[in-house]
């Protein structure tokens, strides 16, 4: 059929298949932060055949962001485009026949339940504590999966979250006074860990969407000293957790 011609080669991988094929295309996920993760992202899920694509930021496209963002384009940054507007704008000509809601905000206590409720997976393309932890409890609160991932100078981590069956971000990071506070701005960061970290959470969103196994890894990688570790955190639930355990939601403010 015409409508599945695109994905010929995906469906050809048989742990998709036509029938994973329809369930991504029925599927919905949201992308907090278009970055440099986030765009990663975006690409993938957008050619993959998401149904619905909801991406979040408050950010402009600026020159110094195109060594790593990899949908914006000069123009984008002279015109200091919205980073939603000129990746929706370039997602449209991948793939026109999914839809990308973009949504200029930051995430915060008072839209962050709203804009997160009705989707299938949520993926993190931020870059700071704050927002996880606000993810981590919308998540919670709502059922809803989340893919944690984080960049910083060659380094990357991400794991998936599944309420009621993994560990969450709280059980992972308790003391948020304790939390690695780097970003891009302060100790500087290369392309492909991006690349990598977001391709890691796009395939994390393709095999909860298809109802494919996912492993219990929290994976850290530093491409710069060619360092790939796995941690299995399936055993790393705090039975005393505020958040997935006892639902108390600060970030949240309810
Ligand atoms: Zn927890």
Not at 36 to 55: D, E, F, P
Not at 70 to 89: I, N
Not at 105 to 123: H, K, Q, S, Y
Not at 213 to 236: A, C, H, N, R, T
Request: some cysteine; overall charge negative; aromatic content about 8%.
């Amino acid at each position: 059929m015409k409508k599945f011609a695109r994905y010929e080669k995906q469906i050809l991988f048989k742990p998709i298949g036509l029938e994973g094929q329809k369930r991504l295309l029925k599927s919905r996920a949201a992308i907090v932060g278009m970055g440099a993760l986030g765009t990663s992202i975006a690409n993938h899920l957008v050619r993959s055949g998401i149904g619905y694509i909801r991406i979040i930021d408050h950010d402009y496209v600026e020159l110094t962001n195109l060594q790593r963002q990899l949908l914006y384009d000069e123009e984008d940054a002279e015109g200091r485009l919205p980073k939603v507007f000129a990746a929706e704008r370039k997602l449209s000509k991948i793939n026109s026949t999914v839809k990308v809601e973009p949504v200029f905000t930051d995430l915060n206590r008072e839209n962050a339940e709203e804009l997160l409720a009705g989707f299938d997976v949520i993926l993190d393309g931020t870059d700071n504590f704050p927002t996880r932890y606000l993810i981590n409890e919308a998540s919670i609160k709502l059922g809803i999966p989340w893919i944690y991932g984080g960049v910083v100078s060659a380094r990357g981590i991400t794991a998936v979250i599944i309420p009621g069956k993994t560990p969450c971000l709280r059980c992972l990071f308790p003391d948020m006074n304790n939390v690695p506070t780097e970003t891009a701005d302060t100790a500087g960061i290369v392309s492909p860990i991006t690349a990598i970290i977001g391709s890691l959470e796009a395939t994390g969103a393709l095999k909860l969407l298809t109802g494919a196994e996912v492993s219990p890894y929290l994976e850290q990688v530093d491409i710069w000293s060619d360092s790939f570790m796995q941690m299995d955190i399936s055993k790393g639930k705090n039975p005393d957790c505020p958040v997935c355990v006892h639902h108390q939601f600060e970030f949240l403010g309810s």
